[in-house]
């Protein structure tokens, strides 16, 4: 492949920690940008110590920070202010996922940042906004999710659950970068830079979607169903002969398909509880009963290939392990090596995939990989390095 990365000669400050600011970047890393990491001396993004499932590296920091680069700066220091500042002379996005206040306190407010660099992407992921009774409260993903009613949702009638990975962080950090990727093509036509802001809280509830409707509009509150759906049927996991999978038909033509050419069931077809799609959710329990008395004829496997065939979405139902050997990645080539401090790993390539160039898969940063030679090229001095105590972050 050949051509330019999208985002070739775009320079980014990341002040950041934890999952949305750090994935905001990092796929701004590989879009291409330059991606500076500060980090607190000694101790960098508190992520890195989450756990040390990577051979000594926090999974989390793993996945979040590759292609970065990482200098240690103390913001309470008159020398680290002066190091941030003239990073930001030279930066195209200033990045920041802190608390309410401080950067105000750091003297790096947003407002004055804005009036000294016109030209430079402001972008603030903060929990709740900056206004409202919860501006100040603590926003970890599995609060914003509460919050944001996406735990009333998600589950089982039993028992409410939040997500198996954190939505509420994703959801701000991919509204953040879709953020700066807007800011700076409208700066190529008007010169202007951009204050920007982008809640976790907000982007939750934009991802509750057609439940917030249906209270707003039904005036009901959407029942947690497990892997169903609440507006759509059959839609749920079936047993099989050896397991389950799978089966989501949204229309009913795709209803026609699976019990008239699948499963051979004229009877369902011209049944008129089971017709449409709002006769099939008012009768569950007997469309979910009659799917459920066919699937059980067959291995998973068999069955999901006669359901592909009559072009019934259906998908069986992987753990990671069957993630990792998966064959959709495999036979795309979808895998790449991606370098850390204690070695190589494996890691995914990027959603976003153009035809002329590959994104890059950076290496991860160690905690201040790149101080010194930041320094050098500010014509800052560079401090003598302190011993290192600890092994891997």
């Excluded at 003239?86 to 306190?105: E, I, Q, S, Y």
């Excluded at 926003?139 to 735990?151: I, K």
Aim: hydrophobic share 45%.
């Amino acid at each position: 492949m050949s051509g330019d990365l999208p985002l070739d000669g775009v320079a980014v400050v990341a002040l950041e920690q934890a999952v949305a600011g750090p994935l905001a970047s990092r796929h701004l890393a590989d879009l291409g940008a330059r991606v500076i990491k500060l980090e607190r001396p000694g101790e960098g993004d508190f992520a890195r110590s989450y756990d040390a499932e990577v051979r000594g590296l926090a999974t989390h920091f793993v996945w979040l920070n590759r292609g970065k680069e990482s200098i240690e700066v103390d913001l309470r220091s008159g020398t680290g202010r002066e190091v941030v500042e003239r990073l930001l002379a030279r930066a195209d996005v200033f990045l920041h996922n802190t608390a309410p206040g401080v950067l105000d306190r750091l003297g790096l407010g947003v407002e004055s940042l804005a009036a000294a660099h016109p030209r430079l992407v402001v972008v603030t992921i903060s929990g709740y906004g900056g206004g409202g009774p919860r501006r100040d409260r603590k926003a970890y993903d599995m609060l914003v999710q509460a919050e944001s009613g996406m735990v009333s949702v998600t589950g089982t009638p039993d028992a409410p659950a939040k997500t198996g990975v954190p939505n509420a962080d994703i959801a701000a950090g991919l509204y953040a970068t879709t953020s700066v990727l807007s800011a700076l093509f409208r700066r190529e036509r008007t010169g202007r830079g951009a204050v920007v802001e982008v809640s976790m809280f907000d982007s939750a509830v934009e991802w509750m979607g057609h439940p917030l409707y249906m209270h707003l509009y039904g005036g009901r509150q959407v029942p947690r169903l497990g892997l169903s759906h609440a507006a759509i049927a059959p839609y749920d996991a079936y047993p099989t002969a050896d397991g389950e999978i799978l089966i989501g038909v949204q229309n009913d033509r795709g209803w026609r398909a699976l019990m008239g050419d699948v499963f051979a069931d004229e009877s369902a077809v011209a049944d008129p509880r089971l017709a449409t799609n709002i006769a099939r959710v008012r009768h569950r329990a007997e469309c979910d009963a009659r799917v459920a008395a066919h699937t059980r004829r067959w291995s998973t496997a068999a069955l999901d290939e006669r359901l592909a065939a009559a072009g019934v979405p259906a998908a069986q139902v992987n753990d990671l392990a069957a993630v990792a050997v998966h064959p959709q990645l495999a036979e795309r080539d979808r895998w790449r090596t991606v370098h850390t401090p204690v070695g190589e790993i494996r890691g995914v390539l990027p959603p976003m995939t153009f035809r002329d160039v590959e994104l890059p898969m950076g290496a991860v940063p160690a905690l201040g990989q790149h101080t010194a030679a930041i320094l050098r090229e500010l014509d800052l001095p560079v401090p003598a390095a302190p011993p290192r105590t600890t092994g891997p972050r």
